[in-house]
C-alpha cells in the first residue's frame, strides 16, 4: 500500500464505522493473513495439500526477494535460483555431509546467500536492463555448473540426502503439518518485513531509483548502493528458501537450481503482479499448484502450461494481484452505482 | 601437454562453425530487439522446430535443400503466428510482461515439439557426404563448410534486404523511431510481425543446417537460445554486426575453452568471458553508450 492510499484510507475510515473496521483490517493485513494461514491446515487435512503449501511458501520467500528487487528498485534477475540453491547447499553440507546442527546450516546458507550476492550484485548491478538480466542470468548458469561439477562438496549429479530435521524448542518439524507452520511463519515475518522497508526511507529511494536512476542520483539517492542491498536481501532470502527446501525435500541435486528455475520464479513473480507483496505470494501459488495439477496431463502438461502464462500475460499483463483488485474495484463501482439508482 | 599447432586450428573450425550458428541465432534476438525492445526467449524454440522440421521432411523422402526450405518456411509461419497471436494483443503491456509472454511461448512450443516428435535425439543426414577434407592436420567436414557458407550467404541476403529494400529500410525505420516511422506511413504493428518472421526464418535455418552435426531434439533450442542471446548482448544488443562478432567470439572462445581447459566446465567458461565482456564494456563490444 502506497502513504497516499494509506490516507486516503484512513480518511475514509473517519468518515464511517464499517469502513474505520475495514481500515484497521488492510493497515493490519498480517493478522487476517495469519489466522488464514494457521486455518488452512483444517482444509487441507491430507498430508499432499501440505507438501503443497510448504512448497508454495518457499518459492513465496523467493519471489518476495525478486519483487523487491524487480518490482521496486526495477532490477532483474535471471539468476536467482543460484541463491536458493546456495542455501540448500549450505544446509545440505552442514546439516547433512558434515552432521552439525540444521540451524547452523541456515544461519550459514542466509550468510552465503547474502555475500554472494553482495560480491556479485556490486559489479553486476552496473549493467542496464537486457545487459543486467543476460549478466545475471550467465551468474546463474556459472553457479548452477559449479554445484554439478565441484564432486568433493556437492557430490554433483549424485545429490546430497539432508536427514536431520530442523527443530524448534526441542520439537522436531519432521511431520509436514509442522514443517508447514515454520514456513508459513517464516512468509509472514518475510512478508511483514518487505512491507515495512517498501513504506521507509530505503523503500522511497528504491522507487526512486525504478522510476529515474538519474532522477534519483541527482536527488542525492545513492542509486548503487540501495541496488546492492535490495540485491543482497533478495540473495539472503532466496538463501533462507534454499535451506528450507533442503530440509523439506530431504535431497539436494543441481538440477532443482538451474536456468529453469531461475525463469520459473521470475514468472511467478510477474504473474503474481510486481510493487505487491501479496502478488508474491499468489504468483508463487499460481505456478506452484498449476504445474503441480497439469502432471495429470502427463506430455500434454508443459503444453497447457505454456498457453496459460501466454493467455494470462495477455489477458492480465499487470498481474494476477492487480487484475483481481481492478475487478473488485470494477463490482464494487458497479454496486455503489446500482444503490444510488435505486435510492 | 601442450596443443599442437592443427589442435588448435581443428578447434577453431569447430568454435567458427558454432559461432556462425549462435551468429544467426542472435540476428533473431537482434531483429526482434529493435521492432519491440523485447528479448524473444522463443527464439531457440524457433532453432529447434527448424532441426524437427527437417528431420521429418528428410525423413519422408524430400530431397535435402527441399526439407530445409521446407522446414524453414514452416518456422517462419510459426514465428508470424506467434506475433499474431501472443504479442500484438498484449502490445500495450510493458516489455517484461512481453517477455514473460515469450517465455510462455517457448514452454508452449516445447511441450509440442516433445509431443510430436518425442523426447529423443533425431539424427539428420549430412548435406554432402561425411568425408572429411584435412586441412593443415584438421578435419573439416563439408558440414562445416555448409554452415559458414550458408550462414554467410544469409548475412548478405539479410543485409542487402536492410539496405537496398523498401521494407528492409522501414524495419530499420522502425528500429530507430517507432513513432516516426509510423508518422511517416510506416506501418510498425506490420514491421513486428516481419520481424517476428524474419527471426524465425533466421532461427528455423540455423536449426536446419546444425542438426546434422548436433542431432534434433525438442529441448535443443534451450542451450542454443541462451547462447544466441549472449552472443547478441556480447556484441551489443541491437547491432546487427555485433550480433555477428559476438556469435563467431563465443564460439570460438567456448571450443577454445573445452578443448584447452576442461570440457565440464565449457559452458561456464562461455557466460565468465562474457561477464568479464560486460564488466569491462557494460554495452557489450560494439554497442551504444546509452542502452
Known amino acids: ?343 | 601437454m601442450s596443443p599442437t599447432a592443427s589442435q588448435l586450428l581443428q578447434y577453431l573450425v569447430s568454435g567458427l562453425t558454432l559461432g556462425s550458428v549462435y551468429a544467426m541465432i542472435a540476428l533473431g534476438f537482434t531483429l526482434i530487439h529493435n521492432a519491440t525492445g523485447i528479448v524473444n526467449f522463443a527464439q531457440g524454440e524457433f532453432v529447434a522446430l527448424g532441426a524437427l522440421m527437417a528431420v521429418s521432411g528428410a525423413a519422408a523422402g524430400l530431397p535435402m535443400p527441399v526439407a530445409v526450405l521446407a522446414a524453414v518456411a514452416g518456422v517462419t509461419l510459426v514465428g508470424a503466428a506467434l506475433e499474431r497471436v501472443a504479442i500484438r494483443p498484449a502490445r500495450e503491456a510493458t516489455v517484461i510482461t512481453l517477455v514473460i509472454i515469450t517465455i510462455g511461448a517457448s514452454i508452449f512450443l516445447r511441450g509440442i515439439a516433445m509431443w510430436v516428435w518425442g523426447p529423443d535425439a533425431l539424427p539428420l543426414r549430412h548435406f554432402s557426404g561425411e568425408h572429411p577434407i584435412v586441412v593443415a592436420g584438421a578435419s573439416v567436414l563439408p558440414q562445416h563448410l555448409w554452415i559458414v557458407g550458408i550462414v554467410l550467404v544469409t548475412m548478405l541476403a539479410l543485409w542487402l534486404l536492410g539496405e537496398r529494400t523498401q521494407v528492409g529500410k522501414a524495419m530499420r525505420a522502425c528500429a530507430v523511431n517507432r513513432e516516426a516511422a509510423q508518422l511517416v506511413g510506416i506501418p510498425a504493428s506490420r514491421m513486428v510481425m516481419l520481424s517476428f518472421a524474419l527471426s524465425a526464418t533466421l532461427g528455423g535455418l540455423a536449426g536446419a543446417i546444425v542438426a546434422p552435426l548436433a542431432m534434433a531434439q525438442y529441448n535443443m533450442g534451450i542451450m542454443l537460445g541462451l547462447k544466441g542471446f549472449a552472443s547478441a548482448i556480447l556484441g551489443g544488443m541491437g547491432n546487427p554486426l555485433g550480433a555477428v562478432v559476438g556469435g563467431l567470439l563465443l564460439g570460438t572462445l567456448e571450443s577454445l575453452g573445452a578443448g584447452l581447459l576442461w570440457s565440464g566446465f565449457k559452458d561456464a567458461i562461455a557466460f565468465a568471458i562474457l561477464l568479464i565482456v560486460l564488466l569491462a564494456r557494460p554495452t557489450g563490444l560494439l554497442g551504444r553508450r546509452s542502452a
Open chain 1, 1 to 343: 500500500m502506497t502513504a497516499r492510499e494509506r490516507t486516503t484510507e484512513a480518511a475514509r475510515a473517519q468518515a464511517r464505522p464499517a469502513a474505520r473496521a475495514a481500515g484497521a483490517l488492510t493497515r493490519h493485513w498480517w493478522l487476517p493473513a495469519g489466522a488464514g494461514a494457521a486455518a488452512l491446515p483444517l482444509v487441507l487435512r491430507d498430508s499432499y495439500g501440505l507438501h503443497l503449501a510448504v512448497l508454495v511458501g518457499i518459492n513465496a520467500v523467493v519471489v518476495l526477494g525478486l519483487n523487491l528487487l524487480m518490482g521496486y528498485a526495477g532490477q532483474v534477475s535471471l539468476g536467482q535460483a543460484a541463491f536458493v540453491g546456495i542455501g540448500a547447499y549450505a544446509s545440505a553440507v552442514i546439516s547433512g555431509s558434515l552432521g552439525l546442527s540444521p540451524w547452523l546450516g541456515v544461519a550459514a546458507g542466509i550468510g552465503l546467500g547474502a555475500t554472494t550476492a553482495a560480491l556479485v550484485g556490486a559489479p553486476l548491478l552496473k549493467l542496464r536492463g537486457h545487459y543486467l538480466a543476460m549478466g545475471t542470468l550467465g551468474f546463474g548458469m556459472i553457479a548452477n555448473i559449479v554445484m554439478a561439477q565441484w564432486q568433493g562438496l556437492t557430490r554433483g549429479d549424485r545429490g546430497i540426502s539432508v536427514r536431520a530435521p530442523l527443530s524448534v524448542a526441542g520439537l522436531a518439524l519432521d511431520t509436514e503439518l509442522r514443517r508447514y507452520y515454520l514456513v508459513a511463519a517464516v512468509v509472514l515475518a518475510a512478508m511483514v518485513v518487505a512491507a515495512n522497508i517498501i513504506d521507509s526511507r530505503v523503500g522511497r529511494a528504491m522507487r526512486a531509483v525504478h522510476g529515474s536512476e538519474v532522477a534519483a542520483a541527482v536527488s542525492g539517492v545513492d542509486t548503487q548502493r540501495y541496488k546492492v542491498r535490495v540485491f543482497v536481501l533478495s540473495g539472503a532470502l532466496a538463501a533462507l528458501a534454499g535451506s528450507l527446501y533442503a530440509h523439506h525435500s530431504g535431497y539436494v541435486n543441481p538440477d532443482s537450481f538451474g536456468f529453469h528455475y531461475s525463469i520459473l520464479l521470475v514468472v511467478m513473480a510477474v504473474l503474481g503482479g510486481m510493487s505487491s507483496i501479496g502478488g508474491a505470494l499468489v504468483g508463487a501459488a499460481a505456478v506452484t499448484l498449476i504445474n503441480e495439477q497439469l502432471r495429470w496431463f502427463q506430455e500434454f502438461s508443459t503444453i497447457i502450461f505454456g498457453a496459460l502464462l501466454m493467455g494470462m500475460m495477455v489477458f492480465l499483463p499487470s498481474g494476477i494481484w492487480a487484475g483481481a483488485a481492478g475487478i473488485v474495484r470494477r463490482l464494487g463501482r458497479l454496486r455503489r452505482a446500482g444503490r444510488r439508482d435505486g435510492a
